[in-house]
Nanobody, 124 residues
Framework: QVQLVESGGGLVQAGGSLRISCAAS????????MGWFRQAPGKEREFVAA????????TYADSVKERFTISRDNAKKTVLLQINSLKPEDTAIYYC?????????????????WGQGTQVTVSS
């Protein structure tokens, strides 16, 4: 059984930084892509960032490029999302997801395991 547990969310002022993490229990963690998605109040869940199985390839939503950085540590089975220059519109629940594929993908259809999410709130 795969479990994904996010942590590190919180309340941050606009312009600040935050690092959120995802710990995976999956035995096959090293074989699959990992992604971050977010859902703001009243909105649909949207793609944020993804990283391939090796950590050598990443992809980002246009809205977060240059501000967000995804990384992974396969030895520790963790995925990190470094968030800089936070904006109030970044306020959302951030979800970690484990892919069905090895390449970095933005499509939710390519992810089959999801964490419970961690709340990030940005005050103006």
């Amino acid at each position: 059984q795969v479990q994904l547990v996010e942590s590190g969310g919180g309340l941050v002022q606009a312009g600040g930084s935050l690092r959120i993490s995802c710990a995976a229990s999956a035995r096959t963690f090293n074989n699959y892509a990992m992604g971050w998605f977010r859902q703001a109040p009243g909105k649909e869940r949207e793609f944020v960032a993804a990283i391939d199985f090796s950590g050598g390839s990443t992809t980002y939503a246009d809205s977060v490029k240059e501000r967000f950085t995804i990384s992974r540590d396969n030895a520790k089975k963790t995925v990190l999302l470094q968030i800089n220059s936070l904006k109030p519109e970044d306020t959302a629940i951030y979800y970690c997801a484990m892919g069905l594929v090895s390449w970095a993908t933005s499509s939710e259809r390519n992810y089959n395991y999801w964490g419970q999410g961690t709340q990030v709130t940005v005050s103006s």
